[in-house]
């Protein structure tokens, strides 16, 4: 069966440098959220995407963006990076399959250093 | 808001041995929960989850968990481990619904298996 996908699986930048991690979501699922798991830490919700709109956002720093294109895949923009952003981002797809019934997965994580 | 606590971030039992690793949640609104494992540089799987119905639930690799509402509470058991569940547990909550995928976790727990 098809999984969520992201890419890279692994990104060394410098500091101040921008790196843009992608997700593509299970097929047919239409919602994506973004994850941010520091070292040795709980993942962090950061953003979501429902139908290409984002539907939530949580703690984001302003120098990440991110968007949902057509095709569901979406992409997580980070700017100005800090020691700090390194981390293990996760993508989690999701698709309701019933009344009170979702289905989710969540990607292998794309695991940023910064230098 | 919601929030979850789970209790002990090192749990270690003999082979054979019962887990049970601890969790409790708060939120203002009836939760969907769940239970996630992580192995080393590795994603999120999901082992179960409770979202309406049956109290007790079964998941994958002999896990269960039940809900106790009054309680706020959501402990994971496994009658007898395995050295291949050494791995970090992540207990999470959401709202259900659209919010469904947006999941605050826990700050998880690092299982060791001894032989």
């Known amino acids: 069966a098809a999984g969520v996908i992201q890419s890279p699986r692994h990104l060394i930048k410098e500091k101040r440098e921008t790196a843009t991690l992608k997700c593509y979501p299970i097929p047919r699922h239409d919602t994506v959220y973004w994850y941010q798991q520091g070292p040795g830490q709980d993942p962090q919700f950061l953003i979501s995407f429902y139908e290409k709109m984002q539907s939530d956002k949580g703690s984001i720093p302003d120098r990440f963006s991110a968007q949902q294109f057509s095709d569901y895949h979406s992409e997580l923009n980070m700017s100005s990076l800090e020691l700090g952003d390194s981390a293990l981002y996760f993508c989690a797809s999701t698709q309701r399959v019933g009344t009170n019934s979702y289905e989710q997965y969540f990607g292998p994580g794309t695991r940023l250093t910064v230098t | 808001a919601q929030s979850v606590t789970q209790l002990g971030s090192h749990v270690s039992v003999s082979e054979g041995a019962l887990v049970l690793l601890r969790c409790n949640y708060s939120s203002s609104v009836p939760p969907y929960l769940f239970w996630y494992v992580q192995y080393p540089n590795q994603g999120l799987q999901l082992l179960l989850k409770y979202t309406t119905g049956a109290t007790l639930v079964k998941g994958i690799n002999g896990f269960e968990a039940e809900f106790k509402k009054s309680e706020t509470s959501f402990h994971l058991t496994k009658p007898s481990a395995h050295m291949s569940d050494a791995a970090e547990y992540f207990c999470?909550?959401?709202?259900?619904?659209?919010?469904?995928?947006?999941?605050?976790f826990g700050q998880g727990t690092i299982l060791t298996v001894h032989p």
């Open positions: 999470a909550v959401s709202y259900g619904g659209t919010s469904y995928g947006k999941l605050t």
